[in-house]
């Protein structure tokens, strides 16, 4: 069964797009939500500033790795792996 896409004239589209777009904003503003506890982290537990920075690690890993298993199940989805290369190019980073 074949199914009609979205076209750059429709209502849907622009409603797709504008709340793609807002959840991004939203999941990123919950991201660095940690970045301001960092100096709180640091005099409340008496850290220092590596350590405490360590929040925004654990979250980016978390980011890192949360896209990585979404990429494997979109494999598993479509059997389309070119996909998936976004997913693995923060490890090729390294």
């Known amino acids: 069964m074949e199914t009609k ?9 622009w409603r797709i797009v504008s709340s793609l777009g807002l ?3 939203f999941i990123f503003a919950a991201f660095y939500a940690f970045q301001p506890l960092i100096p709180v982290f640091e005099k409340e537990f008496s850290i220092s500033v590596t350590y405490s920075s360590l929040t925004m690690s ?8 949360g896209l990585i298993v979404l990429g494997f199940f979109r494999i598993g989805r479509d059997g389309s792996s070119l996909s998936t290369f976004p997913f693995f190019y923060p490890f090729f980073l390294f």
């Open 23 to 25: 959840a991004s904003t």
């Open 58 to 65: 654990l979250a980016t890993l978390s980011l890192m790795m």
């Open 5 to 13: 896409g979205y076209q750059i004239n429709e209502p849907g589209y």
